[in-house]
């Protein structure tokens, strides 16, 4: 069966395993072997695990989609690492997320003081007085 994990960024994973679990927070888990009838789930966190011979990889996801049709499971998602191991690939997300959003906020900070000094330099500059 093959399996394609998909983010906003692009493709992630797109190979063939030989099944895989899919593990929700909130719902639980369940395994998809080949030949499984046709699935289609919401995931919020959790991780789907890759089983490929006696590799074992983990895919760490945030808010998702998992479908599964024809042998093929394809998993949308906002974001997700891959890992050798669950908690690893957890630890690593857990560490992108902290310095997306460390950036997201010195952006917007270096965003407002500009917009301040934008201010101060059109009522110095009088602009738009007659």
Do not use: C, W
Request: hydrophobic share 35%; glycine share 6%.
């Amino acid at each position: 069966m093959r399996i394609v994990v998909s983010t906003h960024q692009g493709v992630l994973y797109n190979e063939e395993v030989d099944y895989v679990v899919v593990h929700s927070d909130t719902d639980g888990e369940y395994a998809v072997l080949k030949d499984h009838v046709p699935v289609v789930s919401v995931m919020d966190t959790g991780y789907v695990k890759l089983v490929k011979g006696k590799d074992e990889f983990y895919v760490v996801i945030q808010s998702g989609i998992f479908e599964f049709n024809n042998n093929e499971a394809v998993v949308l998602v906002q974001e997700a690492i891959i890992g050798r191991t669950a908690e690893a690939a957890k630890e690593n997300l857990e560490k992108i997320r902290k310095e997306r959003l460390e950036k997201n906020r010195q952006e917007s900070t270096d965003f407002t003081q500009m917009e301040k000094e934008l201010h101060e330099n059109i009522k110095k500059s009088g602009a738009g007085q007659l």
